[in-house]
């Protein structure tokens, strides 16, 4: 019946313990979720916009493309830069956050077609 009862114990401690440390500590961003999904909205936008696909090319334009992104959003190239790599280190989060992004764009997209027909004042 006591190695019982220190059974019940010792199995509740453990669970107790691994309840505990169960949990990740994940790095806390400095930007909203909706700051960074406009960040990300206007990257995605200004990569189709000029249609970055050379990596050479991409490196050589990152120190512009924050600053733009910096006056943008109004927040600093380092925030943004730690907060992006921070979100790396969250890969549930940052899908999230990219699928916002990415439906946003559907949704800038899907206006911009429905309103595709001009008026140049002729019936």
């Known amino acids: 019946m006591i190695d019982v009862k220190y059974g019940v114990i010792l199995l509740f401690f453990v ?13 806390q961003l400095s930007m909203s ?3 960074i999904v406009q960040c990300m909205v206007n990257m995605y936008t200004v990569n189709a916009a000029i249609n970055i696909n050379d990596l050479s090319f991409r490196d050589s334009t990152t120190v512009k493309y924050y600053e733009q992104l910096s006056k943008i959003s109004g927040k600093s190239v ?5 907060d992006f790599e921070k979100l790396l ?11 916002r992004a990415l439906d946003t764009l559907r949704a800038i997209q899907d206006r911009t077609i429905n309103k595709t027909t001009i008026n140049i004042g002729i019936n």
Do not use: R
Not at 15 to 26: D, H
Not at 78 to 82: C, D, G, H, L, V
């Open 78 to 82: 380092t925030t943004i830069k730690q």
């Open 33 to 35: 979720a909706d700051e």
């Open 15 to 27: 669970f107790i313990c691994s309840c505990k440390n169960g949990g990740k500590q994940y790095p």
């Open 89 to 99: 280190l969250m890969p549930d989060s940052m899908l999230v956050l990219q699928n």
